[in-house]
């Protein structure tokens, strides 16, 4: 599976972004999806995901209460709507996708490019 990340951008603090992702595969209900982000000097670290039945839905710590992750399975697309920006959510996120329902915060199979987000003070 092919995977398109977009929407990234420059924003101020207290600001909104939506990121999108859309699969290239006709089986996208058979796969949960995340995103991850990693700034410059740092580890990857887990976004959130959402699994291929929907049934589940996780944040990271310091994304959780302002990031919302949505699926459309008709478009093949997942979104995350980032809410109330910090300077510290700066980095470039990227999607990823797994067959597996629940596949945790690490070891995911496939990865698309990432998506500049840069938020100013």
């Known amino acids: 599976v092919q995977l398109q990340a977009s929407g990234g951008g420059l924003v101020q603090a207290g600001g909104s972004l939506r990121l999108s992702c859309t699969a290239s595969?006709?089986?996208?209900?058979?796969?949960?999806m995340g995103w991850f982000r990693q700034a410059p000097g740092k580890e990857r670290e887990f976004v959130a995901s959402?699994?291929?039945?929907?049934?589940?839905?996780y944040y990271g710590r310091s994304v959780k209460g302002r990031f919302t992750m949505s699926r459309d399975n008709a478009k093949n697309t997942v979104y995350l709507q980032m809410d109330s920006l910090k300077p510290e959510d700066t980095a470039v996120y990227f999607c990823?996708?797994?067959?597996?329902?629940?596949?945790?915060?690490?070891?995911?199979?496939?990865w698309g490019q990432g998506t500049q987000v840069t938020v100013s003070s």
């Open positions: 959402i699994s291929k039945s929907e049934r589940y839905i």
């Open positions: 595969t006709r089986t996208f209900t058979g796969y949960s």
């Open positions: 990823a996708a797994d067959e597996r329902e629940r596949p945790g915060t690490t070891s995911w199979v496939y």
